[in-house]
C-alpha cells in the first residue's frame, strides 16, 4: 500500500508541474493584457501630423513609431485604429481598442474616464495665422475668428480667452487638418492648437506661421481603461525601457529634427 500511494503521489507531482507554467504564462505574460494575443491595438485619430497621419493606408508619425517601440518591448506587435476624436474616449471604454496614443493631454477630467501612462513628451498651445496675416500676439484676436479641433485643450484655451471677451467667434473643426485649410481660404482668422502641431503643420505646407507660443505645461500621455492597470504598468516599464536605450531620442529627432529638451 505504501508503495502504491507514493507512485500516485509522484504522478500527482509531475502533473502539477507541467501544468503550473501553463497558468503563470497565462496570467503573468502581457497577452493576458490585451484584447488579442500577441497584438496591441491603438485608438488614434491620424490626422494630426506629425503624431499621427496616414500616408496611403499606412499610419506614420511620432506617436505611431513610438507606440511600435513600446509594443516590441512587450513582445506585441501594434495595430492602429484611426478613429475620430470625438469618440476615442468612449471607443477605449467599449473596448474597440486596448490603448490610445493620439497626442492626448492628460487632464483632470479625462483621468475621471480613463487612465494614463507616465507622459511621454510635453507641449504648450499657440496661434498659427496665414503668413501675411498682420496678428502678431493673443491681445491682437480681439473680435476675431478662432478655429480649433473640436474637443481639444485647443478648444479649452480658446473658450478661455472668449470668456475674457477677446475673441468674435469659436469655429470648431473634426480634424485640424481641416481646420488649417479653413484658415488658409480666409474662413478663420487664426488657429490656436498644440504648438508642435501649429510649427509642423505651417512648416509643411508653407502657407501659415505660428506667431506666438501660449504656456500651458501640457503633457501627452497613453490612455489605458481603468480595470486595465496591468497593462499600464507594462507600458510604463516598456517606455522607460525605450528611454533608456536611446530609441525615444532617436524617433524624436527623426520627427522634430532635434533632440528632446533635457528636464
Given amino acids: 500500500m505504501k508503495s502504491k500511494w507514493m507512485k500516485a503521489g509522484l504522478g500527482l507531482l509531475l502533473m502539477a508541474l507541467l501544468v503550473v507554467p501553463v497558468i503563470a504564462a497565462g496570467c503573468g505574460g502581457t497577452s493576458g493584457q490585451t484584447l488579442q494575443p500577441g497584438k496591441i491595438t491603438m485608438g ?56 490610445i496614443m493620439s497626442a492626448m493631454t492628460i487632464t483632470a477630467d479625462r483621468k475621471k474616464q480613463i487612465n494614463f501612462a507616465n507622459p511621454y513628451i510635453d507641449s504648450d498651445q499657440s496661434i498659427a495665422v496665414v503668413t501675411n496675416s498682420p496678428i502678431k500676439s493673443q491681445a491682437d484676436l480681439k473680435g476675431k475668428v478662432v478655429g480649433v479641433q473640436i474637443d481639444t485643450t485647443g478648444q479649452f484655451k480658446a473658450e478661455e480667452i472668449q470668456k475674457a471677451g477677446g475673441l468674435k467667434e469659436i ?50 500621455g497613453i490612455g489605458v481603461r481603468k480595470d486595465n492597470t496591468t497593462l499600464m504598468n507594462s507600458i510604463n516599464k516598456a ?18 529634427g532635434a533632440a528632446p529638451p533635457t528636464e
Fill in 44 to 99: 488614434s485619430d491620424t490626422s494630426y501630423p506629425p503624431f499621427e497621419s496616414m500616408e496611403g493606408s499606412k499610419p506614420v508619425g511620432f506617436d505611431v513609431e513610438l507606440a511600435q517601440a513600446i509594443a516590441k518591448k512587450l513582445g506585441l506587435t501594434l495595430d492602429v485604429i484611426s478613429t475620430a476624436w470625438d469618440g476615442i474616449i468612449p471607443g477605449l471604454k467599449t473596448k474597440k481598442y486596448d490603448i
Fill in 171 to 220: 469655429q470648431k473643426f473634426d480634424t485640424i487638418l481641416v481646420a488649417f485649410e479653413a484658415l488658409e481660404q480666409g474662413k478663420v482668422d487664426a488657429i490656436i492648437n498644440d504648438y508642435p502641431v501649429n510649427m509642423y503643420v505651417s512648416g509643411k505646407r508653407g502657407k501659415t506661421k505660428v506667431v506666438q507660443k501660449i504656456k500651458t505645461n501640457e503633457q501627452y
Fill in 239 to 256: 517606455l522607460s525601457q525605450v528611454r533608456d536605450d536611446g530609441t525615444y531620442t532617436t524617433i524624436y529627432k527623426k520627427w522634430f
